[in-house]
């Protein structure tokens, strides 16, 4: 990077603080602070619900699991659409009629209040998690392949969230993630079309997608039925569907989004925003990660994407040893180039048979370079997708373009970062502080109680992102987390919404051993017991919390399962 990416990178970020801190000034009471005066209109309330769940591990990470293994995770994103049409349907008018400020004050009024700290506490858990990843996660890459320090990375994109989260909260956020979804659609796509321009001097663009399509980049549809496959239209539409629901429908992060909206219509409005552009949004990212495969077919990759661990391994007894793979890689290269291109000319089966035999021998060379690299240093992680689209970025785009690149994965990361921390500072002022502890303070007590709240998450979230350890696909990393908690609360929810009958113990017990089910399945398949895709989990904890609840009512007395509210 050199001073004119720098100016464009720290001008566009200090230009959105300024931007949140200046428009949310003066916000004095506790309803302007968490919902935003009920003031927000659907493009606005679209827009931060987008930019809520597209992090910079989205703009980072994604390109990069496409060039590794082509377009089949947007089939993560297929039981969207259902899902904001449930949660339009059932969820906003209830939130709204109930005047809540969180989603969990509604568990109270329909169980009991050790629900209602059941449901804020998995919340905390694996949104504070989450929010820790999202500073991570960007800060890793950049660190690695900018040469930057991790700490001052970490540190500097955490306090930039801050300053404008804690000054002006919900509204702070949703009007800051406008002008960043405008900074990271205007650079994704400016990326998207270099990328084409430089391939389009060898080939043109359908023969480009010819290509990645003969490799299988292209299949975005998996019809297989096998369980461990962890993306497949089944996966999408049903794990994804209880995801996507668990998500929108009882995730803080979200809800606040949209409780901030001038009505429900509004609020329906900006949902359906993201029904209709949130799947072809990841599709052309994923789009991008493939055509940046297909631009290094003709331009020199290397061998391995994350340099630190090149170092690594130059800087080792296998040394020789890498240089000799490295040789064997270029000049496979070359050879692959040389079949792209004349399939291009010729249209020739032969041509294409040879290229895609040639993508194979450039495949295994490539993990013959990740096994001298473990035996380098067993500690180090070797799978580099994560870093194939930033060094792109910064090898081949112009400067002040890739200043604006970094800016749009600063901005991203700042984006849902912010959410979260106030989303987080909500459920612990309302849910657990102003619930338990203090119930008569005053309306401006709470507005300082929530901002020290924001602050403290946003400490905490740091923190975390300080002792974090490398993931093997930070995209995947986060649906992991999340997957993992979202059909338990899930499951709570569609009980408190559908299934009068089940009282409080009931729904608690049966959550608290599917939750604890889980994680047991998860930690099994890790151990590699079993195989299973993480998106099932969505659907064992929200089926087993159902179908639990439902058992144990029948042996709970009518009194004892009302609670303390029923």
């Known amino acids: 990077m050199n001073t004119l990416d720098l100016l464009v990178l720290f001008g566009t970020l200090i230009f959105i603080v300024a931007y949140g801190v200046y428009k949310t000034r003066g916000e004095k009471n506790i309803e302007g602070y968490l919902l935003g005066s009920h003031s927000m209109k659907w493009g606005t309330i679209g827009l931060s619900v987008m930019a809520t769940q597209a992090s910079a591990i989205t703009f980072v990470s994604t390109p990069g699991q496409a060039y590794e293994s082509g377009m089949g995770f947007v089939q993560n994103y297929f039981g969207l659409p259902i899902a904001m049409i449930v949660v339009s349907a059932v969820f906003i008018p209830i939130f709204y009629q109930l005047k809540v400020y969180t989603a969990y004050e509604f568990l109270e009024s329909r169980f009991d209040l050790k629900t209602r700290y059941l449901g804020a506490s998995i919340f905390l858990v694996q949104r504070g998690l989450a929010a820790g990843i ?27 969230v801050i300053i404008y989260t804690v000054s002006g909260g919900t509204k702070a956020v949703s009007i800051t993630q406008k002008q960043q979804m405008a900074v990271i659609m205007g650079g994704m796509f400016a990326a998207f079309f270099i990328i084409i321009y430089y391939i389009t001097e ?33 996966t999408g539409i049903l794990g994804g569907f209880f995801l996507q629901l668990s998500y929108f429908g009882t995730d803080q992060s979200q809800v606040q989004r949209y409780l901030g909206g001038a009505s429900t219509a509004e609020s329906r409005m900006g949902l359906m925003f993201n029904a209709v552009l949130k799947i072809p949004m990841q599709f052309f990212i994923l789009l991008t990660g493939v055509m940046v495969y297909v631009f290094y077919i003709f331009y020199q990759p290397p061998l ?64 013959e370079a990740k096994e001298l690299i473990l035996k380098a240093d067993d500690t180090l992680e070797t799978k580099d997708s994560d870093y194939v689209f930033l060094t792109f ?13 970094i800016a749009v994965i600063f901005s991203a990361a700042m984006s849902s970062t912010s959410s979260e921390l106030n989303a987080l500072a909500s459920t612990t002022s309302v849910d657990f502080y102003k619930r338990a502890i203090k119930q008569d303070g005053s309306d401006h007590h709470y507005l300082n109680t929530s901002k020290l709240f924001t602050l403290a998450w946003g400490i905490l979230a740091i923190l975390f992102a300080l002792i974090a350890k490398n993931a093997e696909n930070l995209i995947e990393a986060v649906n ?26 009931a729904v608690f017990i049966s959550a608290i051993i599917a939750q604890t089910g889980v994680v047991i399945i998860h930690f099994m398949t890790e151990a590699g017991i079993f195989s299973l895709s993480y998106l099932w989990y969505n659907l064992i904890g929200c089926g087993g919390t159902i179908i639990l609840s439902l058992f144990i009512q029948l042996f709970l007395p009518a009194e004892k399962a009302d609670g303390l509210k029923g």
């Open 134 to 160: 999202t500073i991570y996660a960007p800060a890793i890459i950049l660190s690695g392949t900018l040469d930057w320090d991790l700490t001052m990375t970490i540190l500097g994109t955490g306090i930039l």
């Open 202 to 234: 060898h080939t043109s663009f359908g023969k480009a997608l010819d290509l990645a399509g003969s490799l299988g980049k292209l299949e975005a549809v998996n019809f297989s039925t096998d369980s461990g496959e962890r993306y497949t239209i089944w």
């Open 304 to 367: 391995h994407f994350k340099e630190t661990s090149v170092e690594v391994v130059k800087n080792s007894r296998y040394a020789e040893a890498y240089q000799s793979i490295d040789k064997k890689y270029q000049e496979e290269l070359k050879l692959r180039k040389a079949a792209a291109i004349n399939y291009s000319s010729s249209n020739s089966e032969m041509h294409i048979n040879q290229f895609k035999e040639s993508d194979a021998r450039i495949a295994a060379i490539r993990n």
């Open 393 to 405: 970025i910064t090898t081949y785009l112009p400067h002040g373009l890739v200043g604006l690149l």
């Open 480 to 505: 992991i987390v999340g997957s993992i908690f979202y059909g338990t609360i899930l499951g709570i929810f569609l009980v408190a919404f559908f299934l009068k009958y089940v009282r409080g113990s």
